[in-house]
Antibody, heavy 119, light 109 residues
């Protein structure tokens, strides 16, 4: 059974940092592109970042570029999102997703983790 | 990267068909056959319903179908059922990145 389990969310002050983790099981992690998708409270979905199988390529949405960094550890079957200089508008549920089948199609999702940026 | 454009709402009666549009640009929807659609019920993670414009993952009813013409993709739900009431999102590959639509709330009358 495919499982993606996010952790590391919570309440952080503006300007602060958080590192989200996603523990993956049930498939060969190193064979797939992975991504993060977020959803602000009561709002729509937003693609945040993705990373290729060996971590050599990664892309971020313009609104987080320079502040967030996606990474992965294939030995540990884990995906990460380092979030720095957090802003109120980063408040959202963050989902870890497997980027498959095809491109920008996400069949498997984690349960989501809430990040709240507030003073 | 601008979001894809979806109508905020759509509705239909049980048994009817409804089509939701998703308009992008020649850099995303118009350029790639990598449009996918998601269904999201309140408090739940999204569920993939259509990928690569018109393909259905295993387990998705054939009442759900997708198509594309130019810069606009469409999701059609035939034989509407009460459980189809949900938010629907489209997404497109845009060259190394993905872009979502703003979402459409489908109401079954």
């Amino acid at each position: 059974e495919v499982q993606l389990v996010e952790s590391g969310g919570g309440l952080v002050q503006p300007g602060g940092s958080l590192r989200l983790s996603c523990a993956v099981s049930g498939f060969t992690f190193s064979s797939y592109w992975m991504a993060w998708v977020r959803q602000a409270p009561g709002k729509g979905l937003e693609w945040v970042a993705n990373i290729n199988q060996d971590g050599s390529r990664n892309y971020h949405v313009d609104s987080v570029k320079g502040r967030f960094t996606i990474s992965r550890d294939n030995a540990d079957s884990s995906l990460y999102l380092q979030m720095n200089s957090l802003r109120a508008e980063d408040t959202a549920v963050y989902y870890c997703v497997r980027d498959d089948p095809g491109y920008a199609a996400f069949e498997y999702w984690g349960q989501g983790i809430l990040v709240t940026v507030s003073s | 990267q601008s979001a894809l454009t979806q109508p905020p709402s759509a509705s239909g009666s049980p048994g009817q068909s409804v089509t939701i549009s998703c308009t992008g640009t020649s850099s995303d929807v118009g350029r790639y056959n990598y449009v996918s659609w998601y269904q999201q019920h309140p408090g739940k993670a999204p569920k993939l319903m259509i990928y690569e414009v018109n393909k259905r993952p295993s387990g998705v009813p054939d009442r759900f179908s997708g198509s594309k013409s130019g810069n606009t993709a469409s999701l059609t739900v035939s034989g509407l059922q009460a459980e189809d009431e949900a938010d629907y999102y489209c997404t497109s590959y845009a060259g190394s990145k993905g872009v979502f639509g703003g979402g459409t709330k489908l109401t079954v009358l």
